[in-house]
């Protein structure tokens, strides 16, 4: 994984041109292949090494839901520090350079977020309190990071990176705060389900008796 992370920060960087370039006003991409390709082979492995670290050192249970918000809010703000300067010297354009700003808080902040559940959950302390004031957080940073970046005068009005990243985030935040405020909604499913496969089976039984 360590090469494909060195490898995305050339291929994605936006002041490369090589998958993606800046228009002054936003980020599009330049080679679909490239593009999804190389992010969808990163985000395999970022899962892989997640889910093998998981299971090799009891980490918590969702250690790989806080890894690919870790990569999501990176990716956000490596990305918006980026194109800054070029959509901030932009005199035509001072709301989407405000809002990339906006984007640049949402990375560190979310990043910031990510690493210390990472931590936690590594050392198995993370609190159901603590977990409820990261994922809360996390998810209204993102949520209004989707309404203000992705809109007309948004820096991640057309996908890219930025695009990306902010709706991948928004998921993942959500994702954990769904499970964190139902815990047991999985289980309760699976419980029914298998409550009702007995019930069928000892309906069958009584009948060849």
Known sequence: MGLWVVAIAF???PQNDIATTNTGTA???????LYFFSWLTFLVAVYIVGTSFQDVFRFGPKFSQ?????TASVVLMSTSISVKEEICSNDNAPMTCD??????????????????????????KMGRTMEIGAT????????????FLTSA???ASS????YFSVWGGCFASFALLVGVLFPNAGRSSQQSSGGGNDNVGNTLEEDNI
């Open 66 to 70: 806080w890894v690919l918000l870790l």
């Open 136 to 147: 809360l957080l996390s998810t209204i940073l993102y949520f209004f990071g989707v309404i």
């Open 27 to 33: 980020e599009i991409i330049l080679y679909a292949n």
């Open 153 to 155: 005068s948004g820096p």
């Open 159 to 162: 996908l890219g990176n930025m």
């Open 11 to 13: 291929i994605q960087n």
């Open 99 to 124: 809002r990339t700003q906006y984007a640049i808080a949402v990375g560190a902040i979310g990043m910031v977020i990510a690493f210390l559940a990472v931590v936690a959950s590594i050392m198995d």
